[in-house]
């Protein structure tokens, strides 16, 4: 409020101060409007997914019969996320972490390059990507079938937000100089990477699990050009509801990922309220 | 591990685009030909309206939420910057409930005009759909971007006289380009690319991801399918260099 230090005599100040709060108002009426169109639609199909007849409206009653149903119908579409949502959490760490550290310690040209690289899947589409992958791997049937062809693209899809997160992290604390001084102190390079540079990159590690985890929890894009009937995940199943399914069932089951996802994105808010450590504010 | 699986496969699909039975010639085709060109600038259109929409509705709001304190604040700035993780599939149903035939504003409509409004599966849902997974990004960006701005040129400003108008146009607006630029690119860049919600509601409309996906899975047209894949790889990561020269950080994710 810029306006109340204005050096200028009350006089004048009056109807500056009225107009300053019909604007604030104004500009405070149109911000809720926005928040309200992200979350209402939200709010609308966790309130269907538990209605008992969503074209007559609450009056109907409220019940748990629709998830009750999901469960029955897609329980192993929503066991399956979170196995390849850890799957390529652990795989992401195990690549990312000695990859960003690598990276970071380099600095060079060639490791720019890499990094270029690692990060590009974030500039295609999934759909692009997932071609990609088909046209590759598709006649590896075996593969090809299991769960592991998509825990391959899932890992393309998030591993640059591992690194990113990771690498933002260690620019920040001078990974470096605490490596080095480690190391004229006599540890060994395990003990420098257990000790020192795992404790100091938690936050990053931390922050890129969340959205690693989240990110796969959720993806469409890709995981619909690779799965097959028995590989199906939660948003695969999501869409196959969306278009065969009645509203309630399909409001239930958006209800299930809302409530996998919500925990998840509040802890990646509250991270970012604590530093915005995350991979380049996301 | 990304040689092998990222890009090997993408040299491949490269390759594959031009391998059909007009070869090459398949990449011109993507401008040439009525039916795609129709739908890339069909998709072009959408997507540089849903980034011109959200950067206006996105700028108000951050520079409201940056300039006041004022309690619910951070929860204000939660609610908006939620979706930014949710996937296409979730927004395109989000819309039907919206804009859909037992949608909420089909109902409002109804009582208040005797008229129900129903346009999920068309254009304008589609661009509703991707306004919600844009503004988000933009207010990310947009918001830091106001942090930084140096409050004493617009003090300067106002000293000399300029009216609210005035320091706007002359002073606010132009110190954020870089982050309207940045931003822009991104959600530009993410709408071109966005499948998941297409995928629930352009059942009338053709966009391009859309095109690829029928093409690959309906016509078996494999080479097409790849000609256009690499050509809208292209043009995100153009967008998104763009967006990086300008500073911008913000993942186009979705």
Redesign the interface.
């Known amino acids: ?2 306006e109340m ?3 200028l005599g009350p006089i004048i100040r009056r109807p500056h101060v009225l107009r300053a709060r019909l604007l ?1 108002a104004a ?2 009426v ?3 409007l ?2 309200a ?6 709010g ?2 966790m309130l ?1 997914g538990v209605t008992e007849n ?2 007559i409206g609450v009056r109907s009653g409220l019940t748990l019969r629709w998830l009750a149903q999901v469960w029955e119908l897609y329980a192993d579409t929503i066991l399956r996320s979170f196995v390849i949502a850890i799957a390529t959490l652990v795989v992401t760490i195990v ?1 990312g972490l000695p990859a960003a550290y690598a990276l970071h310690r380099r600095g060079d040209r060639v490791a720019r390059l890499v990094e270029e ?2 990060t ?10 997932a ?3 088909l ?3 598709g006649n590896f049937s075996d593969f090809r079938r299991s769960w592991l062809f998509i825990l ?1 693209g899932h ?3 998030t ?3 591992m690194v990113r997160s990771i690498m933002a992290v260690l620019a920040a604390v001078n990974i470096n100089l605490l490596d080095e001084g480690a190391a004229s102190l006599g540890a060994s390079p395990w003990q420098r990477f257990r000790d020192v540079i795992v404790p100091n990159v938690k936050p990053g590690l931390l922050a890129g699990s969340l ?1 690693v985890v ?2 796969s929890l ?4 890709l995981t ?2 690779l799965h097959t009937p028995l590989t199906k995940t939660l ?1 695969v199943g ?2 196959d509801s ?2 065969s399914m009645r ?1 309630e069932v ?2 239930a089951y ?1 209800l299930v ?1 809302f409530i996998m ?1 919500i925990p ?2 509040v802890a ?2 509250f991270m970012a ?1 604590r530093g915005g450590l995350t ?4 | 591990m990304v040689v092998a699986f990222f890009l090997l496969p993408m040299a491949r699909l490269i390759v594959t685009g031009a391998s059909g039975p007009s070869g090459i010639a398949a990449y011109a085709a993507i401008l040439v030909e009525p039916r795609y060109r129709a739908t890339l600038i069909n998709t072009v259109v959408l997507a540089t309206a849903t980034t011109a929409a959200a950067l206006v509705v996105s700028t108000i709001a951050a520079l409201f939420l940056q300039r006041h304190r004022f309690p619910g604040r951070s929860l204000l700035i939660a609610l908006l910057t939620f979706p930014l993780a949710l996937p296409g599939v979730v927004i395109g149903f989000l819309i039907i409930l919206l804009a859909g035939r037992q949608g909420l504003i089909g109902d409002v409509t109804a009582f208040a005009f005797g008229e129900k409004w129903v346009f999920a599966y068309s254009m304008q849902g589609l661009f509703l759909g991707y306004l919600y997974f844009s503004i988000p990004r933009v207010i990310l960006t947009v918001m830091a971007a106001v942090e930084k701005l140096d409050p004493a040129l617009e003090e300067a400003a106002r000293t000399l006289g300029a009216q609210p108008w005035a320091v706007h146009r002359d002073v606010i607006l132009p110190a954020l380009m870089p982050a309207f630029i940045a931003s822009g690119a991104i959600a530009f860049a993410t709408a071109m690319g966005a499948f998941g919600t297409a995928f629930t509601l352009a059942t009338n409309v053709n966009v391009l991801p859309m095109l690829i996906y029928t093409e690959f899975t309906l016509s078996a047209n494999i080479a097409m399918a790849a000609a256009l894949s690499v050509g809208l790889g292209l043009v995100t990561w153009a967008a998104l260099a763009l967006a990086r020269s300008a500073g911008g950080t913000v993942a186009a994710a979705g």
């Open positions: 409020m810029t230090r204005r050096p604030f500009q405070l149109f911000t809720l926005l928040a169109f992200l979350i209402v639609p939200a609308l199909s269907a969503y074209f690549i690289i690692i590009l899947p974030l500039a295609i589409p999934g759909l692009a990507i071609l990609a992958l046209l590759s791997y391959v890992v393309i899809f591993l640059p937000f959205m989240t990110l959720g993806e469409f894009n619909w050009m948003p999501l869409a969306y278009a509203l399909a409001s958006t990922f996802i998840l994105l990646m808010q309220g991979g380049g504010r996301r």
